[in-house]
């Protein structure tokens, strides 16, 4: 939430050869519409790397309102904008005013994805892809071209694990998840605790159930 120290890991990102840079707006301090838009821009303006807008209010304390993203998808380097705010009418005007931009608008939260490629959104920087990438890159793809009867049965065939993946803090969740599916370990560092049993069991049955569905699609495709 410090501009400066924002500045300096940005330049050290930029450095060590990062492709895209993901900001988070500044947490706790609440600054105006005005010191968001002067934040982005300062490390836009000494940052030459592509650089997307990360608005999830329910984290930092603060929205990003829609003139203020319009006005920074003007600059060169301010390239995306991850829309984690559950308005989707604010994530429609931004599409709408954005259109001249070379610019995306992309889902951060995983079951608001096809709301928001319905409205022009361009793809999703996902939390159930690292569990489950074929599915989740299926449904961008149908949405994108125009598929959306396809899309619409990923988006309900994942609904079970969208919501399981927060019924606690991100990532307790998805760690689990991963360690179940034999990807790295269930640690975390304090203050995050493991995830509650009675949680942890129904993520072991909505993964079951995906795993199976995945084997009878194979098996399927393998009779015919």
């Known amino acids: 939430n410090n501009t400066d120290e924002a500045l300096s890991l940005s330049r050290r990102a930029a450095a060590a050869g990062a492709?895209?840079?993901?900001l988070i707006s500044p947490y706790y301090n609440k600054p105006e519409q005005r010191g968001l838009r002067d934040h982005y821009l300062t490390i836009a303006d000494a940052v030459d790397?592509?650089?997307?807008?990360?608005?999830?209010?329910?984290?930092?304390?603060?929205?990003i309102d829609a003139d203020t993203v319009v006005d920074l998808a003007s600059h060169e380097n301010i390239q995306g904008y991850?829309?984690?705010?559950?308005?989707?009418?604010?994530?429609?005007?931004?599409?709408?005013?954005?259109?001249?931009?070379?610019?995306?608008?992309?889902?951060?939260?995983?079951?608001?994805?096809?709301?928001?490629?319905?409205?022009?959104?361009?793809?999703?920087?996902?939390?159930?892809?690292?569990?489950?990438?074929?599915?989740m890159s299926t449904l961008v793809w149908a949405a994108l071209e125009g598929?959306?009867?396809r899309a619409r049965e990923q988006h309900h065939e994942l609904g079970p694990l969208f919501r399981a993946l927060f019924r606690e803090t991100n990532p307790i969740p998805v760690k689990a998840a991963m360690a179940m599916r034999g990807h790295g370990s269930n640690r975390l560092r304090q203050p995050l605790s493991p995830l509650a049993e009675q949680y942890r069991e129904d993520l072991e049955a909505i993964l079951t159930a995906l795993d199976d569905a995945a084997s009878d699609g194979a098996?399927?495709?393998?009779?015919?």
């Open 82 to 135: 991850k829309a984690a705010g559950g308005n989707l009418d604010q994530v429609s005007e931004i599409v709408e005013r954005t259109r001249e931009e070379e610019f995306d608008v992309l889902s951060g939260n995983d079951g608001e994805t096809l709301p928001i490629l319905s409205v022009g959104g361009t793809g999703c920087i996902s939390v159930a892809a690292n569990l489950e990438p074929e599915r």
């Open 219 to 224: 098996y399927a495709e393998a009779e015919r």
């Open 19 to 22: 492709d895209v840079l993901l």
């Open 49 to 63: 790397a592509p650089q997307i807008v990360y608005n999830v209010p329910s984290r930092t304390g603060q929205n």
């Open 147 to 149: 598929d959306y009867g």
